[in-house]
């Protein structure tokens, strides 16, 4: 159930790309410099073919959290570094008739609140594609734990991306998600 006065609908994340970048920015730790960077990556993947997003907002119409994502396409960067772990663990296959959620983000102030779920079982829920994948940061965090209550499995572990840090886990799920 949503926190009082939240909705889920559709968000035009070209047009309101700053405003969902303050919201990843405050949930995921983001320096400006990276802002910037996001901001043009977020642009670019909302111009491809079958990208669509969601937003989750207050009553004052403002963003509190987002989801998008897209069909995968083994063109796309993101397909090409996880395709090798993927495939050492015999889970390639995962890379063709997927849904991938590219971003998921919540305000702090609304984490907890089931606005995450939503935002994600919403989306997915219109997925032509038959499963879904997506990346997170590989240790036990309340986001994993909500992937794994909506049906995610880890397709691979340990995967590093060239610009991150920290190990990312690749999980994926059969849709529709897993519902409580």
Do not use: K
């Amino acid at each position: 159930m949503l926190p009082s006065g939240v909705r889920i609908g559709p968000l035009d994340l070209a047009a309101r790309v700053d405003e969902a970048l303050r919201v990843q920015a405050v949930a995921f730790g983001l320096s400006e410099e990276e802002v910037g960077i996001r901001r043009y990556i977020v642009q670019r993947h909302m111009a491809c073919r079958g990208a669509r997003a969601l937003g989750a907002f207050a009553e004052d119409g403002a963003l509190t959290g987002f989801v998008y994502g897209m069909p995968n396409d083994r063109a796309h960067w993101w397909s090409t570094i996880v395709e090798p772990y993927l495939r050492a663990g015999g889970h390639e296959a995962w890379l063709d008739g997927s849904f991938v959620i590219t971003e998921l983000h919540v305000h702090p102030g609304f984490q907890g609140h089931g606005v995450g779920r939503g935002l994600i079982t919403a989306l997915t829920d219109d997925a032509a594609e038959p499963r879904s994948i997506l990346s997170a940061i590989d240790t036990e965090s309340p986001a994993r734990g909500l992937y794994r209550a909506l049906g995610y499995t880890d397709l691979a572990r340990q995967v590093h991306f060239p610009s991150a840090s920290l190990p990312y886990a690749v999980m994926g799920a059969t849709l529709p998600l897993s519902r409580p």
